[in-house]
């Protein structure tokens, strides 16, 4: 905060009564197409500070006029707005952009996203959504940048940029908002909203870490979660809210609840009614309560009771204050749509489509079936539930993108084939959860007639996103079974998945030639991955979540502890390996599945390319270097293929021995570079020991001196690896 704007602030303040101050900590819902007069009334008696949903941009003026014209302060109003991944134009899910590994793509996404939402008045975002989450079954995780801290770190500090520009009051910037704090990706079960037990050290080396990246980058705003964080609401936790964040932090943004989060803490059962829920929010330090009036209705009442001072009231409020000055509106609340480039233009859908076409990963391409060459292609089947449906391919968390704005996979392989291939589509399926087979025989027939076959299949928009979890995460329906039928006819198989999760797909991969996942693609999903499978573009995006064999996997991810007895070829064996009566200790005693193993279907940071990736001669500057110091890690990569790509080469580290166990790998580099056939470059990543830190029994943050093997690799199963320590 400048010190203008805290002059401003504290002046402001010293005008304020209770009650306007009391208003400016509630944000009301909007959005029903009109201003009703009670919110007209409301902001008339400085009674709201904010409003959410409302992107009619004359009634978000009409707002902004009667706050700053008829109300005792004229105090303007943030207009929040879940701009999750687009506004107008739709990008891929954030679990799909995290696939991109490319902080710029996801920072122009965000740049565009908050440009058409600026269009409209709104100034408020509730995104990033940083939680990590390892479950596939929780619904949420679309809308995550996926199971590793720093990934999810890096791509959440991009997405804060993108929103956020170089100046919050520029033309087109909007406040970003970390969501959702804490622990929200570890809901137990993967059932959204559930309890979230996660030791604290887990919690400082794994959940935290994109928070505290996202407040160092300045991010505007938190929000706080739903769930109860080891059995206390994270609404009312005082020691996430104000002992980390706060002091620890030293972060001073504003802090809004999730949806009446605060007065579900009568129904977590941790306040017994409104006021102590009120209480316990303020006490915590949530300077702003969405949708729900608790703080309405009693703050002024436990100020009487001497239970909330008005400093904690102005402290809060001055927060608040503070951010409507830096989004300049205070000199300017008004919006004028003509200042903006219209949405959903050239630039914004091709900015749209590079992302989808980035965050596809290509996860089987046998024989190298892909690219299909337009050149020996007279018709292609295309075929399943999703090649067609612009809403669909949407994804969650869409409220402002519209259907009809969509390019579908049918719409792009038409555009891109023009008259030279034909195109046989044939759904098979009205729907990804239709149980029917009556379209079975005309999609069989496509195939049989067609020369290549290109099967689009996966999740409905509304299978993943928020109170959506899957407890069985398979191929919805009988989509599995209209593979069964179109192999029949005897032609490769090129299966393109659109989903909002991993799926466990172990039977279905055996099915087909070639697997592309391309998570829900946005608006211009179809062009992308149109390009994709005639190789115009080629696959680049990489797993920014594991892919278990099955559900009863989860959770499974590549970062995770050693054990005292960590499986192997040698140790894990397969039930049906196993003699019958085979005695209790016959087994290899190692940590794994009879029925699964333990590796995963598909691994962290794994995606293919048309490229042929080779990875030699791992060196490091130094064998050993001091505390304090940096070591220089290089690898060379060849393009062994026929095809120029780009490749995300990755950087993993393994600290051996340490004050509590560390993972077996852990991911502290990327970076996507493009070769052409034959071509070689050495790639070098720099590392300071303080990179290599990590929270200690203490809770402190130490870098701890020891051996440490550091792997360069096109995904978390890199085995090219070498050696070096740390000395005091
Ligand atoms: C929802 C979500 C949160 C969102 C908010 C406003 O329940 O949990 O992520 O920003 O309410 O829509």
Redo the contacts with the bound molecule.
Sequence with gaps: MGDSTAAKVADLLSQMGLDEKIGQMSQLNGGGGHLPEYLAEAMRAGQVGSV??EVDVEIVNEMQRICVQESRLGIPLLI?R?VIHGFKTIFPIPLGQAATWDPETVKQGAAISAMEAAAKGVNWT?AP?IDITRDPRWGRIA?SLGEDPYLCSQLGVAMVNGFQGDDLSETGSIAA?A??FAGYGAAEGGRDYNTANIPENELRNVHLRPFKAAADAGVASF?SA?CDLNGVPATGNRWLMDQLLRKEWQYDGVVVS??ESIVEMTVHGFTADDEGAAYEAVSAGIDME?ASSSYRDHVENLMAQGKISLQQIDTMVARILTLKFDLGLFDNPYTDPGHFSAPLNRSHLTAAKEAAVKSCVLLKNEQRILPLNKSDTNSVALIGPLADQPYEQLGTWVFDGKAKHSVTVLEGLKELLGSEVTVNFEPGLVSARETSRDGFAAAVTAAEESDAVVMVMGEESFMSG?AHSRANIDLPGIQEQLIDAVAAAGKPIVLVIMAGRPLTLERVVEKVDALLYAWHPGTMGGPAIADLLFGVESPSGKLPVTFPRMVGQVPIYYSHKNTGRPASEETCVRMEDVPLGAPQTSLGMSSFHLDAGFKPLFPFGFGLSYGRFQYVKITTSHHSIALGETIDIFADIINAGAHPAEEVVQLYVRDLVANVTRPVKELKGFRRIFLKPGERQRICFTLHTDELGFFNREMNYVTEPGQFHVWIGGSSDASLWAEFEIHE
């Design positions: 959410l949903n929040g879940d509730f959504m809308e908002c969501k959702h929000m739903f999730d949806w969405m928020e």
